[in-house]
Nanobody, 129 residues
Framework: QVQLVESGGGLVQPGGSLRLSCVAS????????VGWFRQAPGKDREGVSC????????YYTDSVKGRFTISRDNAKNTVYLGLNNLKPEDTGTYYC??????????????????????WGKGTPVTVSS
């Protein structure tokens, strides 16, 4: 079993920045690819970014490319999501997730939430002036 805990969300003005953290316990995170998802009020959950285990390949959904950066520190059992130049449409609850046997994040394939067996409870991000 893997337990995931997100933190780092908050209220920020447009153009501002945040860094989200996803800390794992129960197992070492270096065995898993990790994804970040978000869900805005009244909307479906969408895949935002993911990162692989060994080659650290990454994926970003088009709306965040050039603004968000995913990284991992296996020594700290943590995956980060840096959010820069935030826009009101980035508002939502951000979740990290992973799954048993998932080690590769395909940079060219949209990140789907089906099959993710482990989820954190989320951290809210509000972008507003």
């Amino acid at each position: 079993q893997v337990q995931l805990v997100e933190s780092g969300g908050g209220l920020v003005q447009p153009g501002g920045s945040l860094r989200l953290s996803c800390v794992a316990s129960g197992k070492t995170l270096d065995q898993y690819a990790v994804g970040w998802f978000r869900q805005a009020p009244g909307k479906d959950r969408e895949g935002v970014s993911c990162i692989s285990t060994t080659d650290y390949s990454t994926y970003y959904t088009d709306s965040v490319k050039g603004r968000f950066t995913i990284s991992r520190d296996n020594a700290k059992n943590t995956v980060y999501l840096g959010l820069n130049n935030l826009k009101p449409e980035d508002t939502g609850t951000y979740y990290c997730a992973t799954a048993d046997t998932w080690s590769y994040c395909d940079p060219k394939a949209p990140l789907r939430d089906y099959g993710m067996g482990y989820w954190g409870k989320g951290t809210p991000v509000t972008v507003s002036s």
